[in-house]
């Protein structure tokens, strides 16, 4: 079992930068391949970044590549998400996710365990 909280997320103005932070509790959370999805008002769930359980390889959507970053710290069994150059396009619910599905990156929902409640991130324009 695996028990995931974001944080960080806020109000910010196009073109700023947030740090969202995932918090994983539970008796194997480092070995977790870790996931960010976001979800705005009225669309489905999307993937935004995947990073595999050390850390070793990372993914992106197109959307966000070259603006965010994905990275973990398993010592600290956090998972951070660094967003930079913030559009309002990115305004969503933002969420964490956790699978013990295999030693790669996972870019579908339905390969994730575990989730986290969600992180409100808005960008005016």
């Not at 960080?8 to 196009?14: E, N, R, S």
């Not at 509790?25 to 979800?39: D, E, N, P, V």
Request: aromatic share 14%; glycine share 12%; charged share 15%.
């Amino acid at each position: 079992q695996v028990h995931l909280v974001e944080s960080g997320g806020g109000l910010v103005q196009a073109g700023g930068s947030l740090r969202l932070s995932c918090a994983a509790s539970g008796r194997t959370a480092s070995s977790y391949a870790l996931g960010w999805f976001r979800q705005a008002p009225g669309k489905e769930r999307e993937f935004v970044a995947a990073i595999t359980w050390n850390g070793g390889s990372t993914y992106y959507a197109d959307s966000v590549k070259d603006r965010f970053t994905i990275s973990r710290d398993n010592a600290k069994n956090t998972a951070y998400l660094q967003m930079n150059s913030l559009k309002a396009e990115d305004t969503a619910v933002y969420f964490c996710a956790a699978t013990l599905f295999g030693t790669g990156v996972y870019y579908y929902a339905v390969e994730y365990d575990y989730w986290g409640q969600g992180t409100q991130v808005t960008v005016s324009s």
